[in-house]
């Protein structure tokens, strides 16, 4: 199924041949569903903070797996994993990318200046994605500047990184607890109605460490201006 995506992604295969592949191979309907929402790729283009995104009905990137973290801390490191595996698909382990993402038992930074860009999670999905595609749109966001970066990285394969700022009695990510403050990296991965909802994978879910997290779906989807005020104060990695 791996080895077909790709050569559907690459445009050797035609929508219509690949599903019907798919279905052939014994996909899932939720595989299936995917698969449909997906488009080939595109010519990637060099980004910086004032792109124009190409915006298509919806879009998605497949395969693209939800990692639960493996302890309370781990976020950032769970959400590099998927955002890695989805682009290479080599899997790395939480505890080998927590070095470099300067993960400590308070999390993983947004900017802390140390090295690199200062910001490390730009520097690990660069090192990791072997690009020098990924920089940092913050700490203030708006929603049409948020909404056109994220489109554009799934119309070019790149899982986007949100840095949520979850205060309390403010909105949160589905299944958080709203009456405290969190912060939280989540993986981006795809988008609906014309970029109007966008799809994300919370690695909260199964989380044995996190008291709340039964109530926390893998994936999700939200308002791309809901989401967008959620990552303002901090930001997303593009």
Same mark, same amino acid.
């Given at each position: 199924?791996?080895? #077909?995506?790709?050569?559907?992604?690459?445009?050797?295969?035609?929508?219509?041949?690949?599903?019907?592949?798919?279905?052939? #191979?014994?996909?899932?309907?939720?595989?299936?569903?995917?698969?449909?929402?997906?488009?080939?790729?595109?010519? *990637?283009?060099?980004?910086? +903070?004032?792109?124009?995104?190409?915006?298509?009905?919806?879009?998605?990137?497949? *395969?693209?797996?939800?990692?639960?973290?493996?302890?309370?801390?781990?976020?950032? *490191?769970?959400?590099?994993?998927?955002?890695?595996?989805?682009?290479?698909?080599?899997?790395?382990?939480?505890?080998?990318?927590?070095? *470099?993402?300067?993960?400590?038992?308070?999390?993983?930074?947004?900017?802390?200046?140390?090295?690199?860009?200062?910001?490390?999670?730009?520097?690990? #999905?660069?090192?990791?994605?072997?690009? +020098?595609?990924?920089?940092?749109?913050?700490?203030?966001?708006?929603?049409?500047?948020?909404?056109?970066?994220?489109?554009?990285?799934?119309?070019?394969?790149?899982?986007?990184?949100?840095?949520?700022?979850?205060?309390?009695?403010?909105?949160?990510?589905?299944?958080?607890?709203? +009456?405290?403050?969190?912060?939280?990296?989540?993986?981006?991965?795809?988008?609906?109605?014309?970029?109007?909802?966008?799809?994300?994978?919370?690695?909260?879910?199964?989380?044995?460490?996190?008291?709340?997290?039964?109530?926390?779906?893998?994936?999700?989807?939200?308002?791309?201006?809901? #989401?967008?005020?959620?990552?303002?104060?901090?930001?997303?990695?593009?």
């Amino acid at each position: 199924m791996a080895e #077909l995506h790709f050569q559907y992604k690459q445009g050797l295969v035609q929508k219509e041949d690949y599903l019907s592949k798919l279905k052939d #191979l014994g996909a899932s309907e939720d595989i299936i569903k995917s698969a449909s929402a997906a488009l080939p790729f595109r010519t *990637p283009t060099i980004k910086s +903070n004032n792109i124009q995104s190409q915006t298509s009905e919806q879009n998605v990137i497949i *395969p693209f797996w939800q990692m639960t973290q493996d302890n309370s801390y781990y976020c950032g *490191p769970a959400t590099a994993a998927e955002i890695i595996r989805a682009k290479t698909f080599t899997s790395y382990s939480q505890s080998d990318l927590a070095t *470099p993402l300067h993960c400590t038992t308070q999390g993983t930074p947004w900017y802390d200046g140390a090295g690199g860009s200062g910001y490390p999670m730009e520097d690990t #999905l660069n090192s990791y994605c072997n690009t +020098n595609n990924y920089i940092p749109y913050g700490t203030t966001v708006t929603a049409s500047g948020f909404k056109e970066k994220v489109v554009w990285d799934v119309d070019n394969q790149y899982g986007t990184a949100g840095d949520a700022y979850e205060v309390s009695g403010s909105n949160h990510l589905v299944g958080h607890p709203t +009456n405290r403050t969190i912060y939280h990296w989540f993986a981006i991965y795809g988008y609906q109605n014309s970029g109007t909802d966008i799809l994300y994978k919370d690695s909260v879910a199964g989380c044995s460490d996190i008291s709340w997290s039964g109530n926390v779906p893998a994936s999700s989807s939200m308002n791309y201006a809901t #989401l967008a005020g959620i990552v303002n104060g901090r930001g997303i990695i593009w």
